[in-house]
T-cell receptor
Framework: NAGVTQTPKFQVLKTGQSMTLQCAQD?????MSWYRQDPGMGLRLIHY???????DQGEVPNGYNVSRSTTEDFPLRLLSAAPSQTSVYFC????????????FGSGTQLSVL | GENVEQHPSTLSVQEGDSAVIKCTYS??????FPWYKQELGKRPQLIID?????GEKKDQRIAVTLNKTAKHFSLHITETQPEDSAVYFC???????????FGTGTRLLVSP
């Protein structure tokens, strides 16, 4: 099993550009989520999904969009990139809705100029 | 909503010493408290967790204690080794919510 796979690993955007961060898992996990990690601020939840067709907002959803058309994939879309979205983004999945034992992807380092 | 505070932000110890990291949470209904370890440039990984109906849990050199009355929980690492050097995050899961709220992290440095 590959686990949780994120692409790309690094990305540089200009302000106003849009892009999609990809996340895929091959563990048949129902729960998937996106976090951003900023220095001194820990991991903050952006959006999450408890199954295909179901998504909900986390702590910092503004400027991001998600969809869950399949169990395996959970892409994160930046609608109009801003410098404040410069961060490391992690996708994470879990077998059940209880979120016990999150499996994280390797992360995407995003810089917005 | 739930708020998790974590202290200290940095912790330096000598190899063989013990290390303790503390977290407090605000929502008394939170019922699950995991700890994640993140080595430099790597992804966070679960190292231990505890549910609200348990006061203490051990796994070899690491242990977690929970005080529901005071709303705080702690990670204890004994006989620290250089490979324990990493950032450690605590988290809490509010009841009825399918999300984890993380603390801000503790950078642990174990010197040989």
């Amino acid at each position: 099993n590959a686990g949780v796979t994120q692409t790309p690993k690094f990305q540089v955007l200009k302000t106003g550009q849009s892009m999609t961060l990809q996340c895929a898992q091959d563990m048949n996990h129902e729960y998937m989520s996106w976090y951003r990690q900023d220095p001194g601020m820990g991991l903050r939840l952006i959006h999450y999904s408890v199954g295909a067709g179901i998504t909900d907002q986390g702590e910092v959803p503004n400027g991001y969009n998600v969809s869950r058309s399949t169990t395996e994939d959970f892409p994160l879309r930046l609608l109009s990139a801003a410098p404040s979205q410069t961060s490391v983004y992690f996708c994470a999945s879990s077998y059940g809705p209880g979120i016990e034992k999150l499996f994280f992807g390797s992360g995407t380092q995003l810089s917005v100029l | 909503g739930e708020n998790v505070e974590q202290h200290p932000s940095t912790l330096s110890v000598q190899e063989g010493d013990s290390a303790v990291i503390k977290c407090t949470y605000s929502d008394s209904a939170s019922n699950y408290f995991p700890w994640y370890k993140q080595e430099l440039g790597k992804r966070p990984q679960l190292i231990i967790d505890i549910r609200s109906n348990v006061g203490e849990k051990k796994d070899q050199r690491i242990a977690v204690t929970l005080n529901k009355t005071a709303k705080h929980f702690s990670l204890h690492i004994t006989e620290t080794q250089p490979e324990d050097s990493a950032v450690y995050f605590c988290a809490a899961r509010p009841t009825g919510f399918q999300k984890l709220v993380f603390g801000t992290g503790t950078r642990l440095l174990v010197s040989p």
